[in-house]
């Protein structure tokens, strides 16, 4: 399985933006597919899943702002970010998780700043 992430980039605070992650490979094998985010100084952490079956699952954090979907018909998972805030800044990882393993892209910045 291979991950491609995009979509990230500058944005201003109160902001949005929609990063996409495009799996390819053996894609039947993915199960669950997540969103992780790793800020300058700080450890990975995970923000949000979405099941093969379609159910989400959000971090306290930011489940009032962020939303997990997939598009199955081009393996593609993406990531809506509303009302961006300077430390949402960070790179934003995509997560495969078969039944033996997981996969992750390479990640997308994300800066917010004015």
């Known amino acids: 399985v291979q991950l491609q992430a995009s979509g990230g980039g500058l944005a201003q605070p109160g902001g949005s933006l929609r990063l996409s992650c495009a799996a390819s490979?053996?894609?039947?094998?993915?199960?669950?597919m997540a969103w992780f985010r790793q800020a300058p100084g700080k450890q990975r952490e995970w923000v949000a899943t979405?099941?093969?079956?379609?159910?989400?699952m959000y971090a306290d954090s930011v489940k009032a702002r962020f939303t997990i979907s997939r598009d199955n018909s081009k393996n593609t998972v993406y990531l809506q970010i509303t009302t961006l805030k300077p430390e949402d800044t960070a790179v934003y990882y995509c997560?495969?998780?078969?039944?033996?393993?997981?996969?992750w892209g390479q990640g997308t910045q994300v800066t917010v700043s004015s």
């Open positions: 997560k495969a998780i078969t039944a033996v393993t997981v996969y």
């Open positions: 490979g053996s894609i039947s094998s993915i199960n669950n």
């Open positions: 979405i099941t093969s079956r379609g159910s989400t």
